[in-house]
């Protein structure tokens, strides 16, 4: 009866999510039906359990997602990222179209642009290249999640997407590692995507199928509109400048002992090491040097009615709206891991010693409360709160480096995350002005079977060869 509890609370929030409703409102809502359902008192579970995880997130991450979504914001507003993403649907024109859509959404979410300021960035010229080469323009969904929402956001060593930072403060570890697991998974994740889609183009060219006749969200680009925008090798900046910082700060000796006259203060620190928080340090470091720079090469190409403080005031605000959703739940999973009934299930997850290392396990773990959550920073923060000590000490019991267990972490929270009720998905869907039963299979299909897949191979390829 207790796990039906917590069953019916999770059933309860992916409806919830998948409607449309705010997981801020009623992810307490249904952590505290849960709770008064086994007995617990509902007012301590709200402020000892849910606020206290839900403050300790936000403390933790925030100086990622509000410098990420300014520097998106940044890029987005100054015509850079649009810059970017013209050049290479021009380099590589119609003939590889789809292929030129998915590389300009890599491009920009590697650098550290947000998912949905790429989503807007990229759009206006996949349709523009999907128009001239008559390709179905309900694959565009598709290639622009598999450019941002897969291999770019989990699996390449180094993306500054949170879903790369959180393992980090777990596992004392730093966004690189497991770079050459990360880099196959990346290349097999992108060739994977990119025959299930040119499959379906050429499925569709058989079948006489074109571009299609569409009226709702139909942007047009004139020609000399991107003669506006900065120049796209100048624009590459910013988003370099974050790649190489974040990493030469990531090998950089932090001094131990900058911590102790903070541990003097008496003050709750995130973490008792620096090895904790340094991949945070060098990521906060590359995100401020790419937005410095963005501001100081795209500053005259800001719109006239909306100047720096616009863009630097909207994308602060966004960075709430991202950070508070994704506290709210891990705040619901701190509550629902305190429940007498979840230790079934959390026993349930770490008997599964497949392989005989705690890789399937944490796996499988993250992947599902990804799915159940709609969110893969969500579902992996709450997966990582619960059992990360468990998997860290099992892995150091068999010889296991902390570095697989960052990245395995990561990619699984890529995975079933994209279900029809996540958040990213239904945003892409309503800018293309496309319905999931249109495009979904095409986003499932890159973003849901193909990461599982790779997941599941990288595990074995580790177990066989070892490699990090």
Not at 59 to 65: G, L
Not at 95 to 106: D, F, T, Y
Not at 190 to 217: D, F, P, S, V
Not at 446 to 460: Q, S
Request: charged residues 10%; aromatic residues 10%; proline residues 5%.
């Amino acid at each position: 009866m207790e796990v039906l509890g917590i069953l019916l609370s999770l059933a309860l929030l992916m409806f919830i999510a998948y409607r449309g409703y705010s997981v801020i409102l009623f992810a307490p809502v249904l952590a505290l039906l849960a709770a008064s359902l086994q007995g617990m008192s509902v007012m301590p579970a709200y402020t000892e359990l849910f606020m206290e995880r839900a403050v300790t997130y936000v403390k933790s991450f925030f100086p990622v997602f509000l410098l990420g979504a300014v520097l998106g914001k940044v890029m987005e507003d100054t015509g850079m990222a649009k810059s970017i993403a013209h050049e290479i649907v021009k380099a590589l024109g119609k003939e590889r179209g789809i292929l030129a859509v998915v590389l300009s959404a890599a491009l920009l979410t590697y650098g550290g642009v947000s998912l949905f300021v790429v989503v807007f960035a990229v759009y206006p010229f996949a349709v523009a290249l999907f128009r001239e080469a008559q390709i179905p323009k309900r694959l565009i969904p598709g290639c622009i999640a598999l450019g941002a929402f897969t291999f770019t956001m989990t699996m390449l060593p180094g993306t500054p997407q949170i879903q790369n930072v959180i393992p980090a403060t777990f596992y004392g570890t730093n966004t690189w590692a497991a770079p050459t697991i990360g880099f196959l998974a990346a290349a097999l994740q992108l060739g994977l995507g990119i025959m299930w889609l040119e499959r379906r183009r050429k499925a569709a060219q058989a079948a006489g199928e074109g571009y299609g006749n569409h009226t709702l969200n139909e942007p047009t680009i004139k020609d000399d509109e991107t003669a506006n925008y900065p120049h796209w090798a100048i624009s590459l900046l910013p988003l370099i400048a974050v790649v190489v910082l974040n990493y030469a700060f990531t090998k950089f000796a932090w001094d131990p002992s900058m911590l102790k006259p903070f541990q003097g203060m008496g003050l709750k620190l995130i973490t008792p090491a620096i090895k904790n928080v340094a991949g945070i340090w060098s990521l906060v470091i590359g995100l401020v040097a790419g937005i410095f720079l963005a501001v100081l090469i795209g500053y005259k190409y800001l719109p006239k009615d909306r100047g720096l403080q616009n863009s630097l005031n909207a994308g602060a605000i966004g960075s709430l709206l991202a950070i508070m959703n994704t506290a709210s739940e891990v705040g619901y999973g701190n509550v629902i891991s305190s429940l007498p009934g979840f230790k079934s299930i959390a026993n349930f997850l770490l008997d599964i010693k497949i392989g005989g290392t705690p890789l399937v396990s944490e796996f499988f773990t993250v992947n599902i409360l990804a799915g159940i959550t709609g969110s893969a920073s969500g579902g992996m923060s709450i997966a990582l709160s619960i059992m990360a000590k468990d998997w860290l000490a099992w892995a150091n019991q068999v010889g296991l480096s902390p570095e697989i267990l960052h990245r395995m972490a990561s990619i699984a929270s890529g995975g079933m995350d994209s279900l029809p009720h996540n958040g990213a998905v239904i945003t892409l869907l309503a800018v293309c002005g496309l319905t999931h039963v249109q495009s979904y299979k095409d986003i499932g299909v890159c973003t849901v079977l193909i990461p599982f897949l790779v997941g599941v191979a990288m595990i074995i390829l580790h177990q066989i060869t070892g490699i990090l």
